[in-house]
């Protein structure tokens, strides 16, 4: 049930055995089924299952119930059902429900160029001490963890066309180090390793 819970949505049995070590098969589907807790359907060779508004509540008042019987239930079981009374008492405090904290997985959405620029405008600007200084690619880059490196060399030439940025080589290319080399963006046919943005 909690890993149905987890997941909230509809989940296959080759997920569940993925997630959570285990599939809903049998008596225990047939269980859940009948007390109206889970629906499960069969889809191609798998089952597909998922939390019904009666589940939903189940789980819910699991968060108060503690584990049958404390003394002879395992210490794991325990330290659970504790984990879960400070999650009910959290979700009383602040008003909200299971469903304000259990969401489906949402598919990250690839960044537009709009995103991307203005990501790179935000870490020169920390960066740099003042509009037009130069900075490294490499440090700018290591402020832009979560953009895609290509995503990052297509707005940079696309600014640089623009002659909405500058970008240089090293003067020094003795000074460079791996991360430097490796960081630089070859445009008209030499790398450039350096960046400034007037505003």
């Known amino acids: ?56 509540r189940w789980c819910n008042d699991e968060l108060s119930a503690g584990p049958g019987g404390s003394r002879g239930s395992k210490e794991i079981e325990r330290a659970f059902y504790a984990l879960l009374a400070g999650l009910g008492r959290y979700l009383e405090v602040t008003e909200q429900s299971l469903a304000d904290i259990f969401k489906p997985r949402q598919k990250a959405q690839p960044p537009t160029q709009a995103d991307v620029e203005t ?24 402020r832009l963890p979560e953009i895609p490196r290509a995503d990052i060399d297509a707005a940079l030439d696309r600014m640089y066309q623009e002659q909405r940025i500058n970008l240089v080589p090293q003067a020094n290319q003795q000074t460079l180090s791996d991360a430097d080399r490796e ?17």
Do not use: C
């Open 119 to 142: 990501q790179i405008r935000a870490g020169y600007r920390v960066l740099a001490g003042e509009p037009g200084q130069f900075v490294k690619l490499h440090e700018l880059r290591m």
């Open 183 to 199: 960081s630089g963006l070859r445009i008209g046919g030499k790398p450039k390793h350096l960046i400034s943005i007037e505003q």
């Open 1 to 56: 049930m909690f890993a149905l819970l987890a997941e909230a949505r509809e989940v296959s049995n080759p997920e569940l055995a993925e997630r959570a070590g285990f599939r809903l098969d049998g008596k225990e589907r047939r269980t859940l089924n009948d007390l109206k807790l889970v629906t499960s359907e069969k889809r191609g060779r798998a089952y597909v299952h998922e939390l019904t508004d009666a589940g939903w």
